[in-house]
């Protein structure tokens, strides 16, 4: 046995080696971090907390603690302001590390590898520095005593680490707002400590794993935010801890499954912004716990479970945007604590059940959009907390229930687009906080009720296109909050110049198809936010007020189809915001002020049906911009300017019913995107020129009622003119298809083997051989067969053939002259073109543009072509 003193002696030696050891390390650890702060950004907050690091003994400093021996634990530095990395601290110094804290800060670059030498780590934060980048180590779950790893709102990228799985004894694992991505591994079912998983915000691809049913302890799981696919897992119905569940935002499809029943404690379920179809499982009702439940925008169908109603503290039902379909039920009226209730865009039918005036906790009840019929229950007007109504979009009936007065907390009433009748109920009048008033678009009669702003909350008014008569609404004249109104299409009356002040959050304003009188108001000038300005087809007289101009950001001025006299003010040039300005169907007069020319954002000016003078201004060819450009019905004379020829966007030019004299301008042949020109009625000579050959959009031309001479050119438009719009000149001569008429150059050959309509050698021949056989026929639609056909410059054509021997004659007929009509009346991009048609004893076609593909209805109907079209 050793002697006592040999104890002793070594006893002493052990003291002094560990105190000689401890003292090394602390030595290590101290110059470890001031290695580390003088690395860090020298003008960032940091340098003032780091202050307090002076002298030898670290364990006093700020944000460290230490053992009793004098060894390093804690490194607590949470919202310090640091800014730089962690690149100078070397971790191999704190073999005794507990935790390591960082967040909210602003530091940057990789997580050093050496972290997970830690093997006492149990607390781990990095979160909110938005900068840390890099992989996370994929030796991570070496750290087994790690509790809580937060990497939070950084840009951290590459795949989770499959060491994770190691970690068994984490409860917080929080990943979210980082670029994170790849598939999600099976080894997160290993995490049976879990309590909370937030990998939301990321780029995770594939599957949830079936594993995460392991999960027993986990109570909240964030997965939203990410790129996931495949259904949900039927084990996550084992998560029996789960309290909130998240996947929203993902593309998960397939169906909820059944087993989401048996999480007891749910309260929170977002289920929304997926590819879910099917049917909400009626085990949903067993989820005695759950508060908030959301599903919208998803494919799922079917009808709402009647069970849904046995959720007692349901506050926040959202199914919108889906294709459910049935009646609402009933039993949804015991929802007592409802706050929220959203069923809209749907295809729900039925009537809006009267129970659901049981709620008398609802705040927001929306169920616009859906095929609802029948009449809006007077039992809505219990629910006295209801601030949002929305029922428009559906196809309710009958009026306006009286009881909606009792609704004294409203903002949102939104009715519109329904087929309601009757007058608007006096009682909303009570309606003093409203903010949102839409009954738009049904069949609504008497007034709008004056107290509509009386609160001075209103917002936004549509009653637009309804049967209201009356006056303005005196209330809407010191409605300063105003910032859209929409009462077109009514037969409102009233004196304008006093129904109406000065509004400055006002941007957009329809006040046409009434019968309003009076003179605008120079008001209208000083809504300085105002764009659109619309009081087309009323009654209104005088001037236009130059005050006009101060409303610099209109981009819409109607004010056609009223009694407006006097010019057209210069200062209206001021308006250089404008892209329509409609002035057409007045009685102004004087010259077309130059300055129009300064409205170079104009896409359509139409000031026709006027009494104005003088010459077009060349200054027009400075809006650039133009698409319509009509000037037609007016006393306008002397010659058409060149500069018109400087709108290359130029679509439609009207200036018919003039009196322009000298010849069209060569210049205009460069207006390749115009598709229309009306230059008839005026006094125009000479010969067309040739430069128009170079019109190839030229769909419609008129050039009739003027003194034009001389050939007409080759060109599409002009050839298949109908007979009136070329007549009455003074000597032109050429070729004309109109309705019964088959006219070219003298030759038109029909034989039973041979059919050749010769237009103009510059079109070609127009060719189908083998008298409309089957090798050319590519379809049949309504009253004709159609054919493929070719012009000898190789354009195809398509060709729809009346048969004389077809059964009812006489109504195909009809129908072939209402498609000629039809079509001729309306040129649009998106409407097949019609070239010309022919009709005689033999036969009767009309020639269209070919479309390569046929019809979008052929499309549609072939899986294969419709995939092509990869339309959601």
């Not at 409802?338 to 059940?353: A, D, F, H, K, Q």
């Amino acid at each position: 046995m050793a002697s006592p003193l040999f104890i002793l002696l070594l006893l002493q030696s052990f003291l002094v080696s560990t105190s000689a050891s401890s003292t090394t390390s602390l030595v290590n650890q101290t110059e470890t971090l001031l290695k580390w702060k003088a690395s860090l950004d020298n003008q960032s907050q940091s340098q003032s907390f780091l202050s307090s690091w002076v002298g030898e003994t670290p364990c006093s400093w700020v944000g460290i603690t230490c053992d009793k021996v004098g060894s390093i634990t804690n490194i607590s530095f949470s919202n310090f302001g640091l800014k730089g990395t962690l690149g100078n601290l070397n971790f191999l110094a704190f073999p005794n590390l507990i935790r390591f804290d960082v967040g909210n800060n602003s530091l940057y670059g990789a997580i050093p590898s050496d972290i997970v030498n830690l093997s006492k780590l149990t607390f781990f934060n990095l979160s909110t520095n938005d900068n840390f980048s890099g992989n996370i180590p994929k030796d991570i779950g070496r750290l087994s005593l790690l509790t809580v790893l937060d990497l939070a709102w950084n840009q951290l990228s590459g795949s989770l680490p499959v060491s994770i799985g190691n970690l068994s004894n984490l409860s917080y694992l929080a990943v979210p707002g980082n670029n994170l991505n790849g598939s999600l591994p099976q080894e997160v079912g290993m995490m049976r400590s879990l309590v909370v998983g937030h990998l939301a915000s990321n780029s995770f691809t594939g599957p949830i794993p079936a594993s995460i049913g392991n999960l027993s302890n986990c109570q909240y799981l964030f997965l939203f935010e990410n790129e996931l696919s495949g259904s949900i897992p039927s084990e996550i119905g084992s998560l029996s801890s789960l309290i909130d569940l998240r996947l929203e935002d993902n593309q998960l499809s397939g169906s909820i499954p059944s087993e989401i029943g048996r999480l007891s404690s749910l309260n929170q379920l977002h289920l929304e912004d997926n590819q879910l179809s099917g049917s909400i499982p009626s085990e949903i009702g067993r989820l005695s716990s759950l508060n908030h439940f959301d599903i919208e925008n998803n494919y799922l169908s079917g009808s709402i479970p009647q069970e849904l109603g046995m959720i007692k503290y349901l506050s926040t039902l959202d199914f919108s945007n889906n294709f459910l379909t049935g009646m609402i039920p009933k039993a949804m009226g015991n929802l007592s604590h409802l706050v929220y209730l959203y069923l809209y865009s749907n295809e729900l039918s039925g009537s809006v059940p009267r129970e659901l005036g049981m709620i008398q906790s609802l705040v927001h009840l929306e169920l616009l959009e859906n095929n609802l019929t029948g009449v809006i229950p007077t039992s809505i007007g219990n629910l006295t907390t209801l601030s949002r109504l929305h029922l428009g979009d559906n196809m309710l009936s009958g009026p306006i229930p009286a009881s909606i007065g009792n609704l004294t907390r409203l903002t949102i009433l939104q009715l519109r687009n329904n087929s309601l009748s009757g007058p608007i109920p006096v009682e909303m009048n009570n309606l003093t906080v409203l903010e949102y008033l839409q009954l738009n678009d049904n069949q609504l009669t008497g007034r709008v009720p004056d107290n509509v702003c009386l609160g001075g909350s209103l917002k936004y008014l549509a009653v637009s296109r309804n049967h209201l008569t009356g006056p303005i609404p005196r209330s809407l004249r010191n409605c300063t909050s105003l910032y859209r109104a929409r009462l077109e299409e009514n037969q409102l009356e009233g004196n304008i110049s006093e129904a109406f002040g000065i509004y400055p959050s006002l941007y957009f304003i329809d006040l046409s198809d009434n019968k309003l009188y009076g003179e605008l108001s120079p008001n209208w000038g000083l809504c300085q936010k105002l764009t659109s300005l619309m009081i087309s087809n009323n009654k209104v007289s005088g001037r236009i007020p130059p005050e006009l101009a101060q409303a610099t950001n209109l981009t819409r001025l109607d004010l056609s189809s009223n009694q407006l006299s006097g010019e057209i003010p210069k200062e209206i040039g001021k308006l250089t915001t404008l892209g329509y300005l409609l002035l057409n169907d007045n009685q102004l007069f004087g010259r077309i002020p130059p300055e129009i020319g300064n409205l170079v954002n104009l896409q359509q000016l139409s000031l026709a049906k006027n009494n104005l003078t003088g010459a077009i201004p060349e200054q027009l060819g400075n809006c650039f911009r133009l698409l319509q450009l009509n000037l037609s019905n007016n006393l306008i004379g002397e010659s058409i300017p060149s500069e018109i020829s400087k709108i290359f966007a130029l679509e439609t030019l009207d200036l018919s019913w003039n009196i322009l004299t000298g010849e069209i301008p060569q210049e205009l042949g460069g207006l390749r995107a115009l598709e229309m020109l009306n230059l008839s009625h005026n006094m125009l000579s000479g010969f067309i020129p040739l430069t128009f050959d170079e019109l190839k959009s030229l769909t419609y031309v008129n050039i009739s009622y003027n003194q034009l001479e001389g050939p007409i050119p080759p060109i599409k438009a002009f050839l298949l003119a109908p007979f009136d719009a070329l007549k009455n000149n003074k000597g032109l001569c050429g070729n004309a298809i109109g309705l019964r008429h088959c006219v070219s150059e003298g030759q038109k050959k029909s034989t039973s083997g041979l059919v050749v309509l010769i237009i103009t050698p510059i079109l070609g021949v127009l060719s189908l051989y083998g008298q409309f056989n089957s090798n050319y026929w590519i379809g049949s639609r309504g009253y004709g067969n159609i054919y493929k056909a070719a012009l000898t410059t190789g354009r195809a054509v398509a060709m729809k053939k009346l048969n004389p021997s077809d059964d009812n004659q006489s109504i195909n007929l009809q129908a072939f002259e209402s498609e000629i009509h039809a079509l001729a009346d309306r040129r649009h991009h998106n409407i097949v073109k019609l070239y010309g048609f022919c009709s005689n004893a033999e036969y009767s076609f009309l020639i269209y543009e070919f479309v390569e593909r046929w019809s979008l209805r052929t499309i549609l109907s072939n899986s294969e072509e419709a995939a092509e079209l990869d339309w959601d």
